[in-house]
């Protein structure tokens, strides 16, 4: 008597699945991506997609860790690379406008859209935080430029942050509404104008 496979397929490529999800996640969104989405863009059944991943939730994890390791990290390596704060923000904008728009995948940035819209509180919060740490890694940058002497002994590194990271979502959003790369590098621009 032979009996049928469960499972995961023996072919299974885990990061090509994380890739596909990624995609799904990106595209629609934490909460309106189903589980049935994500088992047809795999292409692997909901029991395989379960014994490989866990449950949506934990999938999700990964893709967000996989898209931070690929697409997210530009932020803090311009942070740490550049000389000023003002430097390394303009770099980071000019790159969210070329990463933001790369038809090689789902326009803006997914840890910012995959929120949008999400009932779940931990998914939500999850995000936020992975959104709030680099509003942290601004500030401190900018506080260390008020310390040494880069930027006046007034600025508000907090507020500055802020407003850098309001753009920063802000260009997200105006990608997947349509944005083209030039547009979103004028965005860039006007907003550096502000900075002191």
């Known amino acids: 008597m032979v009996t049928g496979q469960r499972g995961r397929p023996?072919?299974?490529?885990?990061?090509?699945?994380?890739?596909?999800?990624?995609?799904a996640f990106w595209e629609r969104g934490y909460e309106a991506t189903s589980i049935s989405d994500l088992t047809s863009s795999i292409g692997v059944s909901a029991p395989s997609l379960y014994a490989a991943f866990g449950d949506k939730r934990k999938l999700f994890d990964e893709v967000v860790a996989v898209y931070g390791s690929r697409y997210g990290d530009f932020a803090g390596v311009a942070l740490?690379?550049?000389p000023t704060a003002?430097?390394?923000?303009?770099?980071?904008?000019?790159?969210?406008?070329?990463?933001y728009t790369d038809p090689a995948h789902p326009p803006g940035c997914m840890v910012i859209s995959a929120a949008t819209n999400t009932t779940s509180e931990e998914v939500a919060q999850a995000l936020r935080t992975r959104r709030n740490a680099g509003l942290e890694l601004f500030e401190r940058r900018i506080r260390a430029d008020v310390a040494a002497g880069a930027l006046p002994a007034d600025t508000d590194a907090r507020a500055l942050a802020r407003y850098a990271g309001?753009?920063?979502?802000?260009?997200?959003?105006?990608?997947?509404?349509?944005?083209?790369?030039?547009?979103?590098?004028?965005v860039a621009e006007r907003a550096l104008l502000a900075w002191p």
Request: aromatic content about 2%; proline content about 0%.
């Open 166 to 186: 309001a753009v920063l979502q802000g260009m997200s959003q105006q990608s997947r509404d349509g944005a083209t790369r030039e547009e979103l590098e004028a």
């Open 80 to 82: 740490a690379q550049e």
């Open 86 to 99: 003002r430097a390394a923000v303009e770099r980071i904008l000019r790159e969210a406008a070329r990463i």
């Open 10 to 23: 023996r072919s299974f490529d885990r990061d090509a699945a994380l890739d596909k999800a990624m995609t």
